[in-house]
T-cell receptor, first 114, second 116 residues
Framework: KAGVTQTPRYLIKTRGQQVTLSCSPI?????VSWYQQTPGQGLQFLFE???????NKGNFPGRFSGRQFSNSRSEMNVSTLELGDSALYLC?????????????FGNGTRLTVT | AQSVTQLDSQVPVFEEAPVELRCNYS??????LFWYVQYPNQGLQLLLK??????LVKGINGFEAEFNKSQTSFHLRKPSVHISDTAEYFC??????????????FGSGTRLQVQP
């Protein structure tokens, strides 16, 4: 079974631009979560989607948004990029809505904002 | 709010020596506990999890962890490390609250450096 696939792996953007990151979960997985990883703040929860509905959202500004499609693929968007948005963005999937299911992570998209 | 403390940011150890990576959490409710490993330029991989039952949990690659409810700890151990265990290790917790919502709270990570 293919793992969680995130595209692109690397991205360089300029302040003020917007960016869209993509995540394809493991086949059959319906829940997708997004995390931001930075050296200073560590791993922080962005949001979780299940069956195209956002079920939970972390403490991030409204510039960060996401969506999930009917095939469970997910995208996250960051508008008006700031230097502090430079990070590794990780997507994770689980089969269902259970809160005790371990997350299966992709290799991430490394975003650099200049 | 949940918090997870990994007491050591870096742990250097010689190959074939034992190692313990410490993790404490703060929660007033029952929790699920996880350890993940991250190799350079990769995502996180699950090492082991505690959901219920036996407090000693065995995971992949020879790792194990012990859940101690009274001390709110979930320390990770390996009796003999290899060079290939060099990586960053994250402890994570989620509440056993069936709200239908789920977000893991991660610790800040411990970098395990195995030296020959």
């Amino acid at each position: 079974k293919a793992g969680v696939t995130q595209t692109p792996r690397y991205l360089i953007k300029t302040r003020g631009q917007q960016v869209t990151l993509s995540c394809s979960p493991i086949s059959g997985h319906r829940s997708v979560s997004w995390y931001q990883q930075t050296p200073g703040q560590g791993l922080q929860f962005l949001f979780e989607y299940f069956s195209e509905t956002q079920r939970n959202k972390g403490n991030f500004p409204g510039r960060f948004s996401g969506r999930q499609f009917s095939n469970s693929r997910s995208e996250m968007n960051v508008s008006t990029l700031e230097l502090g948005d430079s990070a590794l963005y990780l997507c994770a999937s689980t089969p269902g809505a259970a809160y005790n299911s371990p997350l299966h992570f992709g290799n991430g998209t490394r975003l650099t904002v200049t | 709010a949940q918090s997870v403390t990994q007491l050591d940011s870096q742990v250097p150890v010689f190959e074939e020596a034992p190692v313990e990576l410490r993790c404490n959490y703060s929660s007033s409710v029952s929790v699920y506990l996880f350890w993940y490993v991250q190799y350079p330029n990769q995502g996180l991989q699950l090492l082991l999890k505690y959901l219920s039952g036996s407090t000693l949990v065995k995971g992949i690659n020879g790792f194990e962890a012990e859940f101690n409810k009274s001390q709110t700890s979930f320390h990770l151990r390996k009796p003999s490390v290899h060079i290939s265990d060099t990586a960053e290790y994250f402890c994570a917790v989620s509440d056993q609250v069936d709200t239908g919502r789920r977000a893991l709270t991660f610790g800040s990570g411990t970098r395990l450096q195995v030296q020959p």
